[in-house]
C-alpha cells in the first residue's frame, strides 16, 4: 500500500515525470499513473491507486476486467474493459487517472516493486507500507 502526505507535496511533478518515463519512455503527465492537481494558493492534491484493502473498483467492475493481486495490486484486463468508469467512480480516494490516449482507467502497478515516484520524489511525500 502507498501512503501520501500531500502536506509535503511542492508540485514539482517528479512523480508524474517518473512514472510516464517507466511506463512509456515518454514524458507525458497526462499519461501517467500519478497525478498532482495544483488549486490556488498552491495546495497540492496527490493522487494514485493506493493499492488499498477495500479494493471498491475492483468489487464495482461488473466485466471482471479487474483483479487484485496477493498484495492488493490492480491488475486491468483491456480486454474486458469496457471504460465504463464504475471502477474510477468507486475508489475511496478519487485516485484512479484515466490514460488521455487510451482512456483505460491508470492503477499504479509498483514500477515491478521499483516504485518510480518513491524514488523520485524529493520530498518524500510517498511512502510505501506492507499494510
Not at 488549486?39 to 479487474?66: F, G, I, N
Not at 488521455?100 to 521499483?114: E, H, I, K, R, W
Request: net charge positive.
Amino acid at each position: 500500500m502507498i501512503r501520501v502526505n500531500a502536506s509535503k507535496c511542492t508540485g514539482c511533478r517528479l512523480c508524474e515525470v517518473a512514472c510516464s518515463l517507466w511506463h512509456l519512455q515518454e514524458v507525458n503527465p497526462k499519461r501517467s499513473r500519478v497525478r498532482v492537481a495544483t488549486t490556488w494558493p498552491w495546495k497540492d492534491e496527490v493522487s494514485l491507486c493506493r493499492q488499498c484493502q477495500a479494493l471498491a473498483c475492483v468489487k464495482a467492475c461488473k466485466y471482471e476486467a479487474l483483479f487484485a493481486t496477493d498484495g492488493n495490486v490492480v491488475v486491468l484486463n483491456e480486454e474486458k474493459c469496457t471504460k465504463c468508469m464504475d471502477c474510477v467512480t468507486a475508489c475511496p480516494f478519487n485516485a484512479v487517472p484515466v490514460d488521455a490516449v487510451s482512456g483505460f482507467p491508470l492503477y499504479c502497478d509498483t514500477c515491478n516493486g521499483q516504485y518510480q515516484c518513491v524514488q523520485w520524489c524529493p520530498r518524500r511525500v510517498f511512502e510505501v507500507s506492507q499494510k
